[in-house]
């Protein structure tokens, strides 16, 4: 199971502390050698939590689309749907269809 990424982070730096306390033993051109290595992966986690700089916005996708629109006037489909509700008017036209 990977670790979390601050768990990473605390034991790359203990990690880092380790080597410090080594250099003694190791001595210093030894210790800055891996020193380098440990440092820019702390750097590089450390990056992943907190982004540089401000957040940029979501953009949202854009997105154009072809559209075919149809208008048919039928004449003297006005007088004839005025005085029915928006229903009404389906319910004629689809009988109307049907019949022929």
């Not at 939590?49 to 629109?69: A, D, F, H, N, Y």
């Not at 029915?84 to 008017?89: F, K, Q, R």
């Amino acid at each position: 199971m990977s670790a979390t990424l601050d768990e990473q982070i605390n034991q790359l730096k203990h990690t880092i502390t380790e080597m410090e306390s080594q250099r003694a033993v190791l001595g210093d051109a030894t210790v800055e050698a891996a020193l380098v290595t440990l440092h820019q992966k702390l750097a590089g986690l450390e990056a992943q939590i907190e982004p540089s700089g401000p957040i940029p916005p979501v953009l949202p996708v854009c997105q154009r689309k072809l559209v075919t629109l149809l208008y048919m006037d039928v004449v003297g489909s006005t007088a004839m749907t005025q005085h029915l509700d928006t229903e009404g008017t389906l319910d004629r036209q689809l009988n109307y269809q049907n019949i022929r």
